[in-house]
Nanobody, 124 residues
Framework: QVQLVESGGGLVQAGGSLRLSCAVS????????MGWFRQAPGKEREFVAA????????YYADSVKGRFTISRDNARNTVYLQMNSLKPEDTAVYSC?????????????????WGQGTQVTVSS
């Protein structure tokens, strides 16, 4: 069974930075794509970023492009989301997920396993 555990969320002022981590177990991490999604109160879950199994392919939502960076360390079975220039509208619960395939997707329905999420709050 695949398990995903996020960490690194918290409260930060607008313009600040946070780095989220997602540790993966129960699957050969180096062979699976990973994604980050977020859900704000009263809103639907939305795609944030994704990375292919090798790390060669990365994809971002337009709303975070240029501010967020997704990366992975296959030796540590961990995927990261570096978030810079944070805005109040970035406030949400951030979750990592895997579609159990080599190549990523921006559709939440394609993802099979999910972490429990970590809260990110950006104050103005």
């Amino acid at each position: 069974q695949v398990q995903l555990v996020e960490s690194g969320g918290g409260l930060v002022q607008a313009g600040g930075s946070l780095r989220l981590s997602c540790a993966v177990s129960g699957r050969t991490f180096s062979s699976i794509a990973m994604g980050w999604f977020r859900q704000a109160p009263g809103k639907e879950r939305e795609f944030v970023a994704a990375i292919s199994w090798s790390g060669a392919g990365t994809y971002y939502a337009d709303s975070v492009k240029g501010r967020f960076t997704i990366s992975r360390d296959n030796a540590r079975n961990t995927v990261y989301l570096q978030m810079n220039s944070l805005k109040p509208e970035d406030t949400a619960v951030y979750s990592c997920a895997t579609n159990n395939r080599r190549y990523s997707s921006s559709r939440a329905g394609d993802y099979e396993y999910w972490g429990q999420g970590t809260q990110v709050t950006v104050s103005s």
